[in-house]
């Protein structure tokens, strides 16, 4: 099977739902995984484990990994903050651990409760365990275009990072716009830089529309040489600092987007959106996703009964 | 004064609330163009000039050009289908007649009530008494990039257009995504097109954000060459083929992209975001902008109480 020309990963269930203020019930979770994994994702973020009192939404991880029905062909992959969440990832059966640090260290604090030195030393901690026992570790740097306390992260501290986290011997590294700071200029910059330490088959990018710009990104990465990117359904997802903004880059968008300019993803849109069309009922309110309320650009509409004359 | 990289035409006033349903009341329209003027604008689409039962939302048009008050520095446009129209607005002191024809002659038909001919003919009336007047003629090719009845517009049409367009004496041109159907492979390669018989300081693109791909589409005509770029404030506007999905091409967040990316505009951000706050007590709902949601890039958040402890 050709590999695809950019490799789409669904974040919906755990970067989409985790900010959901309504609790999505977890056969509807399975529900929702098992459709992703259905419709060809090669990786799906499942779910989170860390404190219940921290992400409630995501509370039944367990429950959801326990639930769902493997697909062979998808990397289910659980999102991880310190060792004992990697306890509780090995044991209920993900595929990948997905370690996540903020390269601003107030916005690790904030969100993580550690700073950085205490979030390398959990990182340290779980990869052993987690190669032991047939995991994969990525290492995502929070905040790597921008922090909402810091500002812009140097270029510096971002290939420091990446040095550190390669040390440590991580399979893959996802530089992630948290708050979507991120602009196509210094997208393509970072990318040509970290491209420079970390193959691209290794390299996820993770964009947010919180500003509308995250196809933009999308486009500016890929042109650097960047193939694999975060997206979730529906455009779920946000920004507590943002309310009523855009959330994750909206994978059927980004999807649609490809078909158009003849980038190949191996999904299948038609699907997707029929998928996408049943996520207002689950979380209760509209998403931001435009493909799936304006339909495909070349499906047609008839044309007005008054102009059938000839 | 240096000349803007991008010049963004604000096209609110009329492409953004012709679709809304509840009447914005005349004062309110003056105030929201004299504002665009005052924001720096050098060409505001203000009203059209069409049948008040075709577009009711617009039916003062007469009255919005009676009540502003006129910047020298700003281009005031009326969109123009035939010669009828064209006399209102010189009468009513419109600095340039936008005419518009689709390059669809279904899309045409079911729009403007016209066949590709009789729009012809209504333009070959237009341009003498406009430019006798000493009013500028803007032509525009709507559905440039796809109808939504006959799909895709092979480019020797828009090219046979342009010319027709040419011939007929107009001062500029502009090509409309009006249903959101462009990608920017397609733009890239039909700007290149066309600026071989347009210069590029005579044509506009006119893109909307129905399928997510506004901003895309910018950046891809901008890099072919063109410079001049239609935008509605909070991002107004939509399709009456896909509700809820995305209006034009959001003023103030092409704006966020540029200054984020080092190309000039000319136009403040800041008052462009408190202007666009205004916009949804003005037509009683939100705006699809997402940096008036958002904010700017670097307007930072206050580090949390908790962390400040050195």
Redesign the interface.
Known sequence: MRAPDILIQEVAPRDGLQIEPVFVETAEKVRLVDALSQAGFSRIEVSSFVSPKAVPALADAEDVFGGIRRNPRTMYVALVPNRKGAERAIAAGAGEINFVMSASE?HN??NMGMRHEQSLAALSDIVGPAHAAGLSVNATIATAF?C?????QAFTKIRRIVREYLDFGVDGITLADTT??A????VEHLVQDVLKQVPSDKLTLHFH?????G??NV?AAHEAGAFRFDAALGGLGG?P??????GNV?TE?LV??CD???LDTGLNLTALLQLSATLPQLIGH?VP???V???R??D?????EK?RDG
């Not at 909402?148 to 812009?152: D, L």
């Not at 529309?209 to 710009?213: E, I, S």
């Open positions: 107030t604090r904030a921008g909402p306390f810091e500002g812009i979507g700071m602009n196509p200029r210094r529309n919180t500003r509308g710009l196809l933009v486009l920004c600092f943002a309310p009523g903004a855009s909206c968008d649609n987007l158009e300019i003849g509209e996703g435009q493909v309320k304006a339909g650009p070349l047609l509409h008839p044309v007005p102009l």
